[in-house]
């Protein structure tokens, strides 16, 4: 019975690395203990002897893993990204792989070139099979997964890692993680939280959440490194739905934009979402999308640039779905989708002066009326045309004007790249109508009626 005592604390002592995950421990310790059923008893002996080797297997894979890492980690930080690795810190690698059991002596005699050490790097850590992705983030998820899936003990031994040898600073402005103490909100009750706050914000089922993936953290910043500052930070992953996001303070309070700036609540997050979906018409968009890769296999053109038949071809097909959305929403704020249902473009008739005489026109202003030199103005190169129809009586060529492939010049003469010049002329007598200097592009009403 004392040899049977010491055995059971002996092993209650090994596995106290599990301390973090209780079910795990006290599964395990209820198999140990005789408390948990079987299908077919095993003797208490050899109950013994198969959990000492399982713990010594995973202590053994738990103590290998974390030293693979953190040799790979001291490699980077003295050499690099593995592209910028010599031939001899390449057989480093070999030599760490090795040590860790990851390739055997047999595999790592066969690596006596470099390409030879490429080609297994590329197929093990690589992305795509490109070498220049390959670095100890690449290595950590090709092993670890996903960091999202990692632990809270997990996370906070790579900022710890990351920290020691000197990687991660205090003057970095990424997140370091940590794990909480006794007094602070446990991770679990940090959870319920999260998840409380979001199925009210967003006005979910009791249990839309049950079935998602939690991804937690316990962090801050590490320029702004101090205990009272550390945060859960918690997302809901559901499969092919996206997810959800949370923050929670270690004393248990759902965190908003007031405590961090950028760091929104269920509720702060729930009204951005819905001025998102009214400032951009995502149906509308959709189909100018499609229309766009259908038509432009070589890429989506800019708009302004389009041939104008495709101007007239696209918004035509639009209108009746924007004009939809726009009754159905009394918030509809799309600047872009309103003008395009509220204004026409077409094509020009036998009476319309030609295109090249419109651009003719237009250059011209960028003497005349905006100022610019005559070497400034032959650097405004790029050209987008618009023929509207909105007053069919009084058709308009607008045109914007401004520099594209002559960048070098134009800075050395002085330009603004930014700039647009904007000139409307009557279609039907060539007169100008308006000039406009373009610089600020925010979306505005104003703004977007420039543009179009």
């Known amino acids: 019975m004392k040899n049977e005592q010491l055995i059971r604390a002996e092993i209650e002592k090994e596995l106290s690395f599990l301390d973090g995950r209780p079910s ?19 003797s208490v002996s050899l109950v013994f002897a198969l959990v000492i080797m399982a713990i010594s297997a995973v202590a053994l894979a738990y103590t290998l893993s974390r030293q693979y890492f953190e040799d790979v980690a001291q490699l980077q930080f003295d050499s690099g990204y593995y592209d910028d690795w010599s031939w001899q810190e390449k057989q480093k690698m070999v030599e760490i792989l090795q040590k860790h059991g990851l390739i055997s002596k047999e595999e790592a005699g066969k690596m006596k070139t470099e390409a030879a050490v490429d080609a297994y790097m590329i197929e093990r850590y690589g992305i795509d099979g ?92 590490a320029s ?3 205990r009272e500052k ?52 995502l149906e509308a968009i959709g189909l100018f999308q499609q229309y766009a890769n259908e038509h432009f296999p070589e890429g989506v053109l800019n708009f302004e640039f389009w041939p104008l038949e495709d101007k007239k071809a696209v918004t035509d097909m639009l209108r009746p779905v924007i004009l939809e959305n726009m009754a159905e929403n009394p918030n509809y704020a799309d600047y872009t989708r309103i003008f395009w249902a509220t204004h026409f473009y077409g094509m020009p008739d036998e ?8 651009i003719e026109l237009a250059k011209g202003q960028l003497t005349s009326s905006f100022g610019l030199t005559k070497e400034q103005a032959a650097t405004v190169d790029s050209v987008g045309l618009f023929y509207e129809i909105t007053d069919p009586e009084h058709p308009l060529w607008k045109i914007m004007l401004r520099v594209g492939e002559q960048r070098d010049a134009a800075t050395a003469l002085g330009m603004k790249l930014f700039y647009r010049y904007r000139v409307v002329i009557d279609a039907y007598t060539g007169s100008v109508i308006e000039t406009h200097l373009i610089t600020d592009l925010t979306n505005t009403p104003e703004n977007v009626a420039l543009q179009n």
């Open 224 to 226: 702004d490194w101090e």
């Open 24 to 42: 795990l421990h006290h599964s395990i310790m209820q198999e140990i203990r005789g408390e948990k059923a079987v299908k077919k008893k095993l």
């Open 130 to 221: 490109r070498s220049d992705t390959i670095g100890l983030w690449s290595i950590l998820e090709r092993e670890l997964g996903e960091i999202r899936t990692w632990t809270l003990e997990q996370k906070a031994w790579y900022t710890d890692m990351q920290i020691e040898i000197g990687i991660l600073t205090r003057d970095n402005d990424d997140f370091i993680c940590a794990l909480p103490e006794k007094d602070d909100l446990q991770p679990d009750a940090a959870v319920e939280m999260a998840k409380t706050a979001i199925i009210e914000a967003y006005g979910l089922a009791p249990d839309a959440l049950d079935h998602h993936q939690v991804d937690i953290a316990f962090e801050t910043h």
């Open 351 to 358: 009476k319309a002066i030609p295109q090249g005489k419109a």
């Open 230 to 281: 550390l945060h859960y930070n918690i997302n809901f992953w559901g499969d092919g739905i996206g997810y959800y996001s949370c923050s929670v303070t270690r004393d248990g309070r759902i965190m908003d934009s007031t405590m961090e700036e950028g760091c929104l609540s269920p509720t702060e997050q729930v009204q951005m979402e819905r001025q998102f979906a009214n400032e951009n018409d």
